[in-house]
């Protein structure tokens, strides 16, 4: 199979050598790794081949050259189109990657603009079959890890995204560390045994936490391997009916943060038992049902006997106070 694209823009990546002189000397020799396992995994051809062909072909960079330079770019540290194109212009980088020459900054930046709807999906296949050109090599090279994996614990959390001015889609929303400021919302997802992002939506910032989540989920394990059952894993923004239904009727696990406004009383009234080699912890399994679900799901309880805060009443008995941890699970 081809492994590069060839543009007006670019040519097949030289085969490069070492030496020791002072001779096209480079400032970022710590992206020469990173070309070469993006090119080890054929990022040009299969991003040309999965971007709209939206430019003509007198175009001298094509979108998959343009999100070729921001991935490495972002990856040596980019924040601006300015800093993309102060990376770019090494020219043993240049070189190594295959690209003849460099777009101007606000040529760049026209460019981006060309990105539409479609684009935006496509690069969010592209980041599955990356992902899966890269679990792919490591099968292949028999990796006991991979091979015996047979649960996957996946990962669903949320951050905000604070913006200066204007920016489309920026609304306001939860911001504890910029309160009233305009921010997006994004949705994330990540492997908990490789550490990668596995996908990520775009929200803005006024989205609650769990806004969107089933369909999230649903693209997202349209990409995933067969044959490995996932886990799913979150905080109390999580805790909802519709999405425990949507996982047990898929198979799927789950371990959620429990969030409910009589949850101090109902963990208070249920029976304890001490946890083995954990003084001052003890935990109890329970079935609750919810007002709104159609049936129970287990609980997990843990607690942990806090030290009395000193106190200058007298109390008619010695009370113990405790830290409660819960949460909705399928597994033991």
């Known amino acids: 199979?081809?492994?590069?694209?060839?543009?007006?823009?670019?040519?097949?990546?030289?085969?490069?050598?070492?030496?020791?002189?002072?001779?096209?000397?480079?400032?970022?020799?710590?992206?020469?790794?990173?070309?070469?396992?993006?090119?080890s995994l054929s990022l040009s051809l299969l991003a040309a081949n999965i971007l709209p062909k939206e430019r003509g072909s007198n175009g001298v960079y094509q979108l998959a050259d343009i999100v070729h330079l921001a991935i490495i770019s972002f990856i040596g540290g980019a924040t601006s189109l300015s800093g993309m194109i102060t990376i770019w212009g090494d020219t043993v980088l240049q070189r190594l990657a295959g690209f003849l020459k460099i777009p101007h900054e606000t040529h760049f930046g026209r460019l981006w603009k060309e990105f539409q709807m479609a684009s935006v999906s496509s690069l969010e296949s592209l980041n599955h079959l990356m992902r899966k050109q890269a679990w792919g090599k490591v099968m292949q090279q028999g990796m006991t890890y991979f091979w015996g994996l047979r649960t996957?614990?996946?990962?669903?959390?949320?951050?905000?995204?604070?913006?200066?001015?204007?920016?489309?889609?920026?609304?306001?929303?939860?911001?504890?560390?910029?309160?009233?400021?305009?921010?997006y919302h994004p949705l994330l997802a990540f492997c908990a045994h490789t550490k990668e992002i596995l996908q990520g939506w775009f929200r803005c910032g006024s989205a609650y936490t769990a806004n969107g989540t089933i369909d999230f989920l649903r693209q997202l394990f349209a990409q995933m391997p067969t044959g490995i059952r996932y886990l799913i894993r979150g905080d109390s923004g999580y805790f909802d009916g519709k999405l425990f239904s949507f996982l047990e009727e898929g198979g799927l696990g789950y371990l959620i943060k429990v969030k409910m406004k009589n949850l101090a009383s109902l963990?208070?009234?249920?029976?304890?038992?001490?946890?083995?080699?954990?003084?001052?912890?003890?935990?109890?399994?329970?079935?609750?049902?919810?007002?709104?679900?159609?049936?129970?799901?287990?609980?997990?309880?843990?607690?942990?006997?806090?030290?009395?805060?000193?106190?200058?009443?007298?109390?008619?008995?010695?009370?113990?106070?405790?830290?409660?941890?819960?949460?909705?699970?399928?597994?033991?």
């Open 152 to 183: 996957m614990w996946i990962d669903i959390d949320s951050t905000v995204v604070s913006v200066f001015g204007k920016q489309e889609g920026a609304e306001k929303g939860y911001n504890p560390e910029h309160k009233g400021r305009l921010s």
């Open 267 to 332: 963990l208070s009234s249920q029976t304890w038992e001490p946890i083995p080699g954990k003084p001052g912890w003890e935990q109890c399994r329970f079935p609750y049902s919810c007002k709104d679900w159609e049936k129970s799901r287990i609980f997990l309880a843990l607690r942990q006997e806090q030290e009395a805060e000193p106190s200058k009443q007298k109390k008619l008995w010695n009370e113990k106070e405790y830290a409660y941890f819960c949460y909705a699970t399928t597994e033991n």
């Open 1 to 39: 199979m081809k492994e590069h694209n060839t543009t007006k823009a670019r040519k097949a990546p030289p085969k490069v050598t070492f030496v020791s002189a002072d001779n096209n000397l480079t400032s970022q020799a710590g992206l020469i790794p990173v070309v070469h396992f993006l090119n």
